[in-house]
């Protein structure tokens, strides 16, 4: 394995640790007291002392996570990038791109569901009450 497959998959995993982190603080505790499961959030954040802190600092935490997204969406598909002329490694670098596409993909989703469940399901649940 060449040094530039293993950068490209560090930069993956990079990405998805970060879009799963704004998962774990921010939807997982709405998730878990939605489902009448408030204690066990309750316990989760007692002891696990970081996800405090990440909750409290959420905004930093969403804006460096879809800073990376960004940034790797553009690295994923800015102009000019090509893969090599080389039959096995032209194969190599296409699957590595359908890969790394189906992760930056994954990645996406899973930052929005944190986005929403932070900063858009109170409102849209006050909206809502005060419809009906």
Known sequence: ???????????????L?????????????IVLVTLGMGAVSAAIFSNV?????MAANKIWLFSISGGLLMLAAWALFRPGRTCPADPVLAEKCNAA???N???????????TIGFVAAYLSLPMLEAYERMF
């Open 17 to 29: 640790f970060t879009s799963m982190t704004t998962l774990v603080c921010c939807a997982l505790p």
């Open 49 to 53: 002392p970081f996800l405090g802190v």
């Open 101 to 111: 596409k189906r992760l930056l993909i994954a990645s996406v989703i899973v930052w």
């Open 1 to 15: 394995m060449k040094i530039k497959d293993m950068e490209q998959r560090k930069w993956g995993w990079l990405v």
């Open 97 to 99: 791109d359908r890969w």
